[in-house]
């Protein structure tokens, strides 16, 4: 008899565990859309508009009908309480199309984000009282973030026109359809010299890294040509070249001044990324031969990393002093 009793305590303690967890996960989604709500002038309808306890108790209620599911499944409740897991699923899913009805013809209000995060929230609730606690806390945060980042979404949508969306689409394509075509080398059939596959990979970067160059210019500015540079050099040298160069004749003086930077900047990324590697494939080896080996590298390549990025800084800072 004291076994039974300590067992149905140690599931209540869970069950409330639960209960409690998928509360303050649900009120994490609800408190991004009430702060959406709160952000902008209200109007009388949107008062009545769902916010941090009703995404709560939605999640709670969510995680109590799928708790009592599983208990009753696994034998340690009545099978009664499996009918009224199902029944409260009845009832969530008539609530919610009471309330989308309610939204669309009587308050005549559009869009679906809140009904879809509140159907998103009574899953989580699910997730939780299945015990599969860290993939429902993933959810949760991941939502809240896509629905807090709206803002951000709809000033970088309006930065861009259809057609400069229709170039990236198209970089897509050639990246994503093509690329599974060449998965292997292959040869032209004359002199097997051209491996096709390389040029595509070439090809390809190109196109990726113009694509970024001009997406970082044109939300940032010229100095985002710094970092793209950077990096771009670490990736494929020759290709951030030719965008740079590229990028220079379509502008103005000013931005052709940091694209010369950017052009050092490059190159000098690419010593950079031959001395990484070539200093890890000699460490591989150990023993005083790989300590020989990365001595001379650092003798050999370190001055002209060194010299390119000091040159590359003091031309930045004169910039700098001209705008001013």
């Given amino acids: 008899m004291q076994t039974i009793v300590e067992e149905f305590f140690v599931v209540k303690w869970k069950t409330i565990e639960h209960v409690l967890i998928s509360f303050f996960l649900g009120a994490l989604v609800g408190l991004e859309r009430e702060k959406a709500r709160l952000s902008r002038p209200l109007q009388r309808e949107e008062k009545e508009f769902p916010g941090v306890r009703s995404f709560g108790i939605t999640c709670m209620f969510g995680a109590l009908i799928s708790e009592l599911a599983f208990l009753s499944l696994e034998k340690e409740l009545p099978e009664i309480f499996l009918y009224v897991s199902l029944a409260g699923l009845f009832l969530f899913t008539v609530i919610l199309g009471f309330y989308i009805a309610y939204r669309f013809f009587i308050l005549k209000v559009s869009g679906i984000t809140t009904i879809l995060a509140l159907s998103f929230t009574f899953l989580i609730g699910v997730l939780v009282g299945t015990n599969l606690i860290l993939e429902a806390t993933a959810i949760s945060v991941f939502i809240t973030f896509i629905l807090a980042i709206k803002p951000g979404i709809e000033k970088f949508v309006k930065g861009f026109s259809y057609s400069e969306l229709l170039s990236a689409l198209e970089v897509g394509i050639v990246v994503f359809v093509f690329s599974p075509l060449l998965l292997t080398d292959i040869y032209d059939p004359f002199f097997h010299i051209f491996n096709f596959r390389m040029l595509y990979v070439f090809f390809a970067l190109t196109l990726v890294l113009s694509l970024l160059s001009y997406i970082a210019v044109k939300a940032v500015g010229s100095k985002a040509l710094t970092y793209f540079a950077f990096f771009g050099g670490l990736v494929n040298s020759e290709a951030t070249v030719i965008n740079l160069v590229r990028l220079g004749a379509e502008s103005g003086e000013k931005v052709k001044e940091r694209i010369t930077a950017g052009i050092l900047i490059a190159n000098t990324s690419m010593i950079l990324r031959n001395f990484i590697l070539s200093s890890s494939l000699a460490s591989v080896s150990g023993g005083e031969l790989s300590i ?33």
Avoid: D, Q, T
């Avoid at 990393?305 to 001209?322: D, N, S, W």
């Fill in 292 to 324: 020989n080996v990365i001595s001379h590298l650092l003798l050999g390549m370190l001055p002209a990393i060194l010299i390119g990025y000091l040159i590359a800084l003091f031309h930045g800072i004169r910039l700098k002093g001209e705008e001013r």
